[in-house]
C-alpha cells in the first residue's frame, strides 16, 4: 500500500491563479481530510469528506472547494489564489471517525 | 471538541524515559485521547490512543488519570529520532469526528 499520496510536492502560484491539489489513498478508507499548516501553528481543519459524495466544511474553508466522487481520490481547489494561502497542505484519511489517521506527505504551496 | 493544554516545548536526553503530559478538564465521556507526532518537514503520525485504560504499543504507552482529566504520553527510551511535535487531541465517539490539533508539545531531543 502507497498509503496518502500528495501531488504535487512544492508549487508557486501567482496572485489569482488557480490550481487543484491531489490527494489519494489506496487503504479503502471513508473518512478523508485536508488541513493547511502555517508556520509554526498546528493543523487547522479546511474540508473533510465522510464518505463518496459527502463533504463538509471544517475550520477554515474559505477560499477552498472539494469534491468526493470516488473513495479513492479527494482533490483540494484553490479558485483565486491569495498570498494568505501560502502554506503547507496536508490531506489524511481514516477508516472512520475513531480510528488512526494517516498523512501524506504534504503539499507547499507559495502564493506571490 | 474539547480543549487540551500542553507545555510548549520540552527537553530531554537520549536514552531516557520522557513524560509529555496532557492536560484536558473539559473532556467528555466519550472522547478518546488521541497521540500525533509530527517529525521535522513530515506529515503528522499517529502514536497511540485510549480511553479509559493505560494503553501500550510498539511506539509509546499512554497513562491515563483515573478522572481522564489528563493523561501521560511514555516515550520509555528517547531516541534522536523522537524529536518531533507531539499533538495530544481528543476525539469525539461519533459518526462525524475530526481531528482537531493545538500547537502541540515540541520535544528535543539531546545526544
Known amino acids: 500500500n502507497a498509503g496518502v499520496t500528495q501531488t504535487p510536492k512544492f508549487r508557486i502560484l501567482k496572485i489569482g491563479q488557480s490550481m487543484t491539489l491531489q490527494c489519494a489513498q489506496d487503504?479503502?478508507?471513508?473518512?478523508m481530510y485536508w488541513y493547511r499548516q502555517d508556520p509554526g501553528m498546528g493543523l487547522k481543519l479546511i474540508y473533510y469528506?465522510?464518505?463518496?459524495?459527502?463533504?463538509d466544511k471544517g475550520e477554515v474553508p474559505n477560499g477552498y472547494n472539494v469534491s468526493r466522487s470516488t473513495t479513492e481520490y479527494f482533490p483540494l481547489r484553490l479558485e483565486l489564489a491569495a498570498p494568505s494561502q501560502t502554506s503547507v497542505y496536508f490531506c489524511?484519511?481514516?477508516?472512520?471517525?475513531?480510528?488512526?489517521?494517516?498523512f501524506g506527505q504534504g503539499t507547499r504551496l507559495t502564493v506571490v | 471538541d474539547a480543549k487540551t493544554t500542553q507545555p510548549n516545548s520540552m527537553e530531554s536526553n537520549e536514552e531516557e524515559p520522557v513524560h509529555l503530559p496532557c492536560n484536558h478538564s473539559?473532556?467528555?465521556?466519550?472522547?478518546?485521547i488521541h497521540w500525533y507526532r509530527q517529525l521535522p518537514s513530515q506529515g503528522p503520525e499517529y502514536v497511540i490512543h485510549?480511553?479509559?485504560s493505560n494503553v501500550n504499543n510498539r511506539m509509546a504507552s499512554l497513562a491515563i488519570a483515573e478522572d481522564r482529566k489528563s493523561s501521560t504520553l511514555i516515550l520509555h527510551r528517547a531516541t534522536l529520532r523522537d524529536a518531533a511535535v507531539y499533538y495530544c487531541?481528543?476525539?469525539?465517539?461519533?459518526?462525524?469526528?475530526?481531528?482537531?490539533f493545538g500547537k502541540g508539545t515540541m520535544l528535543l531531543v539531546s545526544p
Open positions: 489524511a484519511s481514516s477508516l472512520d471517525g475513531r480510528t488512526e489517521a494517516f
Open positions: 487503504m479503502n478508507h471513508n473518512y
Open positions: 469528506s465522510v464518505g463518496a459524495g459527502i463533504t
Open positions: 473539559t473532556i467528555s465521556g466519550t472522547d478518546y
Open positions: 485510549g480511553l479509559t
Open positions: 487531541i481528543l476525539r469525539a465517539d461519533s459518526g462525524y469526528s475530526t481531528l482537531t
